[in-house]
């Protein structure tokens, strides 16, 4: 089945309040309360936000705020109903709508015809949830390797809702369902191929498409961040999205691309970014890899996302497209900002 | 001074130490640029410094434990340095690894004893 689905995503910080509770416990306290169909809360490793203040999970100090990425998804006309809520919690931060396709059941291929000839695949799942006889994230990971999709990492969320239910990690429990989501981003032939087997293997499937624009592949530049439409979408402003998709030992410099990245994003006076580290995923040539236990380097796969103007944007592209000269997936997508001050 | 007064001051001035060292720390790091962990460093070479001073004077008894043991006590850190030291590892950051580990024994060896003969001791 398909239908115009929502994506909401609000980026603050782990300390943020509404009212007088954590912004983090009273955004999902909403969604499961209108029974979202799916939604999570990311802690980012690494980044910051409007107040330019670094926080980094390599530092004991620097640790105690970092940046927060909130998802939820639904069909249009349900993720139109909670917007106002939304606002009033994270009256101060950013949050961008995006228009995505919502799939769910059984599925056929896909046409995914448009310009830019990408797309973006995102398939939520529970932590516990299996495939085949093992990890769900894993068989599905393997299948988009094998279907030659550009890239996918797989993010565990801390809380959140699967299928219109509360899921939340807690310090003593086994983390039974917390939600997981799999971002991948490849051609769109790729991608509407690899949709009926996906749909076969999985036993609630919910997945959501999106175009974008691939901007680099193992440091071959394919393309500049797209143009926003000409005017203003009833009175939203546009935000250029960005995001590089690379190994956490990927380097510029002999430094941590990741962190390198955003530190000099910081000195140049972005408006924010924020790197999440994933649990397992790939992209270009490189075999899935993740967590091992007995190694002491980690080689999960990093996320970072960098967030402002279309103009401003430019300039962080330009940063971007020098720093990752050798390796990383770049996306860029054009988003609908909301209610952000001083536009 | 009564026992229980000690021990109440103890708690406070740890408190303080605590606090201190989140300040500066967080001070240091973020100006610092936060990849080698700056505010770690400073923190226990001052308090090292601080320490052997306090030694140097001939500072003992109750004092000693409400300016040592609950102040410095609290304000350096072991086990924020081995946290850094342990992520700088997992990230293959192999200088400032030991850069972290040699700078933070030996600067702070020679802090304590530097404190010392500022103290007189």
């Known amino acids: 089945m398909v239908e115009d689905g929502l994506k909401l995503t609000t980026y603050f910080g782990e300390r943020d309040r509404a009212g007088g509770e954590l912004l983090a416990d009273a955004l999902i306290d909403v969604y499961e309360r209108k029974g979202v169909k799916a939604s999570a809360l990311f802690r980012g490793i690494e980044g910051f936000g409007e107040r330019h203040r670094l926080q980094t999970d390599r530092l004991l100090t620097l640790s105690e705020?970092?940046?927060?990425?909130?998802?939820?998804?639904?069909?249009?006309?349900?993720?139109?109903?909670?917007?106002?809520?939304?606002?009033?919690?994270?009256?101060?931060?950013?949050?961008?709508l995006e228009r995505a396709r919502l799939l769910s059941g059984a599925l056929g291929p896909a046409e995914l015809g448009g310009d830019s000839g990408a797309s973006k695949l995102t398939i939520y799942l529970g932590r516990q949830e299996r495939a085949g006889g093992r990890p769900a994230y894993l068989a599905v990971v393997d299948?988009?390797?094998?279907?030659?999709?550009?890239?996918?990492?797989?993010?565990?969320?801390v809380d959140g809702t699967a299928h219109g239910v509360r899921e939340r990690s807690r310090f003593f429990a086994a983390n039974a369902q917390v939600p997981l989501m799999i971002m991948s981003v490849g051609d769109d032939e790729r991608i509407a191929a690899v949709l009926p087997e996906l749909s076969s293997m999985l036993s609630q499937p919910l997945l959501t498409l999106e175009r974008l624009r691939i901007c680099k592949r193992d440091g071959v530049l394919l393309a500049?961040?797209?143009?926003?439409?000409?005017?203003?979408?009833?009175?939203?402003?546009?935000r250029q999205k960005l995001t590089i998709y690379?190994?956490?030992?990927?380097?510029?410099?002999g430094q941590l691309l990741y962190s390198a990245l955003i530190r000099r994003l910081l000195r140049e006076g972005a408006?924010?970014?924020?790197?999440?580290?994933?649990?397992?995923?790939?992209?270009?040539?490189?075999?899935?890899?993740?967590?091992r236990f007995w190694s002491l380097r980690r080689h999960v796969p990093i996320v970072t996302v960098l967030l402002d103007t279309p103009s401003n944007m430019r300039r962080w592209f330009a940063i971007v497209d020098e720093m990752t000269a050798e390796t990383g997936l770049v996306t860029s997508e054009i988003v609908p900002a909301l209610w952000k001050r001083s536009l | 001074?009564?026992?229980?007064?000690?021990?109440?001051?103890?708690?406070?001035?740890?408190?303080?130490?605590?606090?201190?060292?989140?300040?500066?720390?967080?001070?240091v790091s973020s100006s610092g640029g936060g990849r080698f962990p700056s505010g770690t460093l400073v923190v226990n070479l001052s308090g090292a410094l601080l320490l052997g001073l306090l030694v140097g004077l001939g500072l003992h008894g109750d004092a000693y434990l409400l300016a040592g043991t609950a102040v410095l006590g609290s304000y350096t850190t072991f086990s924020t340095w081995i946290f850094e030291s342990q992520r700088l590892a997992e990230d293959g950051e192999r200088l400032l690894l030991a850069a972290n580990i040699v700078l933070s024994l030996v600067l702070g060896v020679a802090a304590a004893a530097l404190g010392r003969m500022i103290g007189g001791g």
């Open chain 1, 224 to 238: 500049a961040p797209a143009d926003p439409p000409e005017g203003e979408l009833g009175g939203e402003a546009h």
């Open chain 1, 246 to 253: 690379a190994g956490e030992q990927a380097r510029h410099e």
């Open chain 1, 143 to 157: 299948l988009l390797h094998s279907h030659g999709v550009a890239g996918a990492t797989v993010l565990l969320g």
């Open chain 1, 65 to 96: 705020a970092l940046p927060i990425i909130a998802v939820a998804v639904d069909r249009a006309e349900r993720i139109e109903a909670l917007l106002a809520e939304v606002r009033e919690i994270n009256a101060g931060g950013v949050t961008t």
């Open chain 2, 1 to 27: 001074m009564s026992f229980i007064l000690l021990w109440l001051g103890v708690g406070v001035l740890g408190g303080v130490g605590a606090i201190s060292r989140f300040l500066i720390d967080a001070l």
């Open chain 1, 271 to 291: 408006a924010g970014a924020t790197a999440l580290r994933g649990l397992w995923g790939y992209h270009g040539e490189h075999q899935p890899h993740g967590e």
